[in-house]
């Protein structure tokens, strides 16, 4: 608490530089020539199948799965079974110790973490020049005209991903978060009506 009562709000997850942000649609013969950096970075595979390899082994991913390397970890990779992989990449400084719980991990993402990342990418498309999805967008920069809060939007939904992808990971160790107050009122409701439908049919024979 601050002299004046106000809380400051807790921050997590801080993501505090962007080194790359890519949308690459990759030929059937893809073969990443090997690297390591100080930063953290993050493949998610939209589509085809892509053999990853680090320091730690090589792991197969395929459709809606994502790979975190952690800094200074070696990262090589190529396509497989003829497929044309497209993937995002996202490379990004962080020090906040909560995420080293992506240290190694290979995670596949469930749809509402699928839709925060391709907000992302549209974002993206919004706040550089040339826009995240152009052949020749390497590292960011910053586009002059670009929608107003463009940039605090990547930032925050990066952010956001990260924590839902941690929570959803520690769900099983820890408090887990409440259900929304939306879904709880949408999920009543569809309970009322089945029970209803039950007791009105209930002489019926019913089917699934």
């Not at 002299?3 to 893809?30: A, I």
């Not at 003829?82 to 962080?94: E, H, K, R, Y």
């Not at 992808?165 to 009506?193: Q, V, W, Y």
Request: glycine share 8%.
């Amino acid at each position: 608490m601050t002299d004046s009562g106000m809380l400051r709000l807790k921050e997590d997850v801080v993501v505090e530089r962007l080194f790359s942000f890519l949308y690459m649609e990759l030929p059937k013969y893809f073969q990443a020539s090997g690297e390591k950096h100080d930063f953290w970075e993050f493949v998610y595979v939209d589509k085809g199948e892509v053999i990853l390899i680090t320091d730690r082994g090589s792991n197969r991913l395929s459709q809606g799965d994502m790979i975190f390397y952690s800094p200074n970890e070696y990262h090589t990779g190529y396509a497989v079974n003829g497929t044309a992989p497209n993937l995002i990449i996202m490379s990004f400084v962080c020090h906040s110790p909560a995420v080293d719980y992506f240290r190694g991990k290979v995670l596949h993402l469930e749809q509402t973490e699928q839709e925060l990342l391709y907000e992302l990418i549209s974002e993206g498309k919004e706040a550089f020049d040339p826009p995240v999805g152009h052949p020749k967008m390497m590292v960011p920069q910053r586009k002059d005209g670009s929608l107003f809060g463009s940039e605090q939007m990547i930032k925050n939904m990066l952010e956001m991903l990260l924590i839902r992808l941690i929570c959803k990971g520690s769900a099983g160790t820890g408090k887990t978060r409440p259900e929304s107050a939306l879904l709880a009122i949408r999920n009543e409701d569809l309970f009322e009506r089945i029970a209803l439908y039950l007791k009105d049919n209930v002489r019926n024979n019913l089917s699934f």
